[in-house]
């Protein structure tokens, strides 16, 4: 993956996105309501004891001749312990609007419960029912306490039974409760992540199999999308063949037309030579040597422009081994007389993504360098600089070039050795093909001695 691929948009990602929000939206909400619900009917249980032992209380007292309350006697021996949690209380409403105690359990000691925030005024709005609330016990506990205001027989005073219990356990299981359910829901939350992954990863993969197509009509080992695709990608798989097909009709076109060009020029080219030959003057010779020079002109600037229409609908893979192979035998017998000997290496696995006539072109005019003007030992090494890039280096034992020569040798028509056959146009060649298919050609001095040459090139997968 290349540095900017993780923020460039991707439709996977924004699927996978858009699931986790909204299933991690959905969990929070659950386990908050969960938990909400799970302390609401804690509370509400714990309410129902707290009313049971004041309603408890309410049934079982009564007044004296003196007009004393009496608490009946209660089981809970908690009630019985100093600060125990468990507490009861039974009071009376003052002049003073607060609750005063008449008679409390022994947990209590010296303590007295405390009524609602609201005090009196919400017991007697609710006379009869029970009023619970919060509150803070003699041992600066959190209790829950429940508060009934009701009236007993003998006695003209409203008294209010009072009960309450340490809520600390009930606090404890509702946080663990939370806790257990935010594990679960996460683990869930997981699960439905790694299910969302596996849909998207279905879901999409004919998405992905089109474009394993595509790569492969591009690469050539393919000449058509192929495969049956969905409803939603079928027309766009159809409509890439017909590109295919437009593109390869658009080349063949242009192929077409520089043949005919070829055919059109080389013809009045080769008539002009014929009747420049049959006389021997001066004329002639000029017309010979100027026609000569047009003919490689021409010869050049339609190689490059079929080069130009091959790469443009390029569909077809040429492995470098086998080419290297034929030139080197090629060479080395037509440069038997000088002995030359051609030392090369490629990897079996390098690919070129164009016209066998074009590689050879580019690998022979080096490889014909070298053996023409070097020393007799000419070594030639390919093999990959990247995933999607190749060099060969050819080196001979030659004199060289100066730094002025090399650059001399790139240009069209340019030979740096007038004794030696041929136009000069070798090496330009090669690097006008290298930069049709997006490579390029560099010279420097040899470790044999002679000139080196490296042919950058595109590489295609194996």
């Known amino acids: 993956m290349k540095p900017g691929d993780l923020f460039r948009p991707s439709l996977a990602r924004r699927l996978v996105l858009l699931a986790a929000i909204w299933s991690l939206a959905v969990l929070v909400v659950t386990g908050l309501a969960q938990t909400?619900?799970?302390?609401?009917?804690?509370?509400?249980?714990?309410?129902?004891?707290?009313?049971?032992?004041?309603?408890?209380?309410?049934?079982?007292?009564?007044?004296?001749?003196?007009?004393?309350?009496?608490a009946p006697p209660l089981t809970d021996?908690?009630?019985?312990?100093?600060?125990?949690?468990?507490?009861?209380?039974?009071?009376?409403?003052?002049?003073?609007?607060?609750?005063?105690?008449?008679?409390?359990?022994?947990?209590?000691?010296?303590?007295?419960?405390?009524?609602?925030?609201?005090?009196?005024?919400?017991?007697?709005?609710?006379?009869?029912?029970?009023?619970?609330?919060?509150?803070v016990g003699p041992a600066h506990e959190p209790l829950r306490a429940?508060?009934?205001?009701?009236?007993?027989?003998?006695r003209a005073a409203p008294v209010v039974f009072m009960a309450a219990e340490d809520r600390s356990a009930l606090e404890k299981d509702a946080q663990r409760?939370?806790?257990?359910?935010?594990?679960?829901?996460?683990?869930?939350?997981?699960?439905?992540?790694?299910?969302?992954?596996?849909?998207?990863r279905v879901g999409l993969q004919p998405l992905f199999d089109l474009q394993r197509e595509v790569a492969f009509v591009r690469q050539g080992k393919a000449e058509r999308v192929g495969g049956t695709y969905?409803?939603?990608?079928?027309?766009?798989?159809?409509?890439?063949?017909?590109?295919?097909?437009?593109?390869?009709?658009?080349?063949?076109?242009?192929?077409?037309?520089?043949?005919?060009?070829?055919?059109?020029?080389?013809?009045?080219?080769?008539?002009?030579?014929?009747?420049?030959?049959q006389d021997k003057g001066s004329l002639a010779q000029l017309v010979t040597r100027q026609t000569q020079l047009m003919r490689e002109q021409v010869d050049h600037h339609l190689r490059r422009a079929r080069a130009a229409a091959r790469t443009q609908g390029n569909r077809e893979r040429t492995p470098?081994?086998?080419?290297?192979?034929?030139?080197?035998?090629t060479l080395e017998r037509i440069f038997e007389d000088r002995g030359v000997e051609i030392d090369w290496r490629a990897p079996e696995d390098l690919v070129f993504p164009g016209e066998r006539q074009d590689l050879l072109e580019i690998v022979g005019n080096v490889l014909e360098n070298a053996c023409k003007y070097g020393g007799g030992r000419v070594r030639a090494i390919a093999e990959a600089i990247g995933p999607d890039r190749m060099s060969i280096t050819v080196e001979d034992n030659g004199p060289g070039l100066s730094q002025a020569?090399?650059?001399?040798?790139?240009?069209?028509?340019?030979?740096?050795?007038?004794?030696?056959?041929?136009?000069?146009?070798?090496?330009?060649?090669?690097d006008e093909l290298a930069r049709v298919y997006g490579g390029s050609i560099s010279l420097d001095q040899a470790v044999l001695g002679g000139l080196k040459v490296v042919v950058n090139l595109p590489r295609a997968e194996a």
Do not use: C
């Open 77 to 135: 021996s908690r009630a019985t312990r100093a600060y125990s949690g468990k507490y009861w209380q039974i009071s009376e409403p003052g002049a003073d609007g607060k609750l005063h105690a008449l008679v409390r359990s022994r947990s209590l000691w010296d303590g007295e419960l405390k009524g609602p925030d609201k005090g009196i005024a919400l017991l007697r709005g609710a006379a009869g029912k029970p009023v619970y609330y919060d509150s």
């Open 36 to 70: 909400a619900l799970f302390r609401q009917e804690a509370i509400s249980r714990f309410d129902d004891d707290l009313f049971d032992v004041a309603d408890g209380l309410y049934a079982g007292s009564t007044v004296d001749d003196q007009g004393q309350v009496d």
């Open 320 to 329: 470098l081994e086998p080419v290297m192979d034929e030139l080197a035998v």
């Open 177 to 200: 409760f939370a806790l257990e359910t935010a594990g679960v829901l996460i683990l869930l939350g997981a699960g439905l992540l790694l299910v969302v992954l596996i849909q998207v």
């Open 405 to 430: 020569d090399r650059a001399a040798v790139l240009k069209r028509g340019e030979r740096l050795d007038e004794t030696a056959p041929g136009s000069g146009l070798g090496l330009s060649i090669v």
């Open 230 to 277: 969905p409803s939603e990608l079928q027309p766009l798989a159809e409509e890439l063949n017909a590109l295919v097909a437009h593109d390869q009709e658009v080349v063949e076109r242009q192929r077409t037309h520089v043949g005919n060009l070829a055919h059109a020029l080389k013809t009045p080219i080769s008539v002009m030579m014929a009747e420049a030959d």
């Open 146 to 154: 429940a508060a009934m205001l009701a009236r007993l027989p003998g």
